[in-house]
């Protein structure tokens, strides 16, 4: 008997997807991402705001990075995720990316741990950022 293939899952299938859903691309299947509590709404703005003030415009620190939440990072053909927040350097990254996904690996991902999420991002996510080359996640 022989095993029927899977193909596996591209960009266009999340786009497919209706705008309600939420959803990855990791090892080359669609995983759909729980709704986010309000509780974690509030850290990952709260972080993200503080993160943006002193990397992405330099106040009181170096500046010089794009941050940004929840948009689409294409790490290979079948491998997108949807950080919670995400940067570049500038440096890497001169003019920052219009519509997802970004096609440029991110130097910094940062994942608002809870329960229902935080074992997948602490092993799956984690080992997938660390194969692409993401420097800080």
């Avoid at 602490?122 to 194969?131: D, E, F, N, S």
Wanted: aromatic share 6%.
């Amino acid at each position: 008997m022989r095993a029927v293939a899977h193909e596996l899952a591209r960009y266009e299938d999340l786009v497919a997807l209706p705008p309600e859903i939420r959803a990855e691309i990791v090892e080359g299947a669609i995983e759909v991402l729980p709704s986010a509590s309000f509780e974690h709404g509030e850290i990952a703005t709260d972080l993200a705001g503080e993160v943006r003030s002193v990397f992405g415009r330099g106040r009181g620190g170096p500046g010089g990075w794009w941050i940004t939440v929840e948009f689409d990072v294409r790490l290979e053909p079948h491998g997108v995720v949807r950080p919670d927040i995400v940067g570049w350097r500038r440096a890497r990254l001169p003019v920052k990316p219009s519509q997802p996904p970004a096609e440029v690996v991110p130097d910094w991902i940062c994942e608002v741990l809870s329960p229902g999420n935080g074992k997948h991002d602490r092993r799956t996510k984690k080992a997938l950022h660390a194969r692409f080359g993401v420097a800080h996640d």
